[in-house]
């Protein structure tokens, strides 16, 4: 399975939702949000949809091969999917441009005083 996305992404961030600490199986998950118009996936991912703590469905792709997490994407912001960081080619490059939904997070993460910081999603 493989995936282009046309454009930079629309942010980089980590999310601290209950949700995506029990999918990522980490106390966070890492992700790249890109528009939806402009990804291009070769293969059909397997996918699983759950309701979030929002209330909305999430659905959530993964290599039916390996069942590596791949993307997420939410009813709240159908026009945008999250890429998980660790799917590239290069992870490294990956540098995450904020937090959200800290008010979720474990209180033994350190969260980097360098990115902006939000309770929920901004």
Not at 44 to 55: D, E, L, M, N, Q
């Amino acid at each position: 399975m493989r995936y282009i996305c046309a454009r930079a992404p629309v942010a980089t961030l980590n999310c601290h939702c209950l949700d995506c600490q029990r999918s990522s199986g980490a106390p966070f998950a890492s992700g790249l949000l890109v528009r939806v118009s402009e990804m291009t996936i070769s293969g059909t991912p397997k996918t699983y949809s759950v309701r979030a703590s929002s209330g909305r469905l999430a659905t959530r792709s993964f290599c039916s091969a390996c069942g590596s997490p791949l993307f997420t994407r939410g009813e709240t912001a159908p026009e945008v999917m999250s890429i998980r960081f660790p799917t590239l080619d290069n992870p490294s490059g990956f540098e995450p441009m904020l937090d959200i939904w800290t008010s979720s997070a474990q209180p033994w993460v350190c969260l980097s005083q360098a990115i902006p910081h939000y309770p929920q999603s901004p």
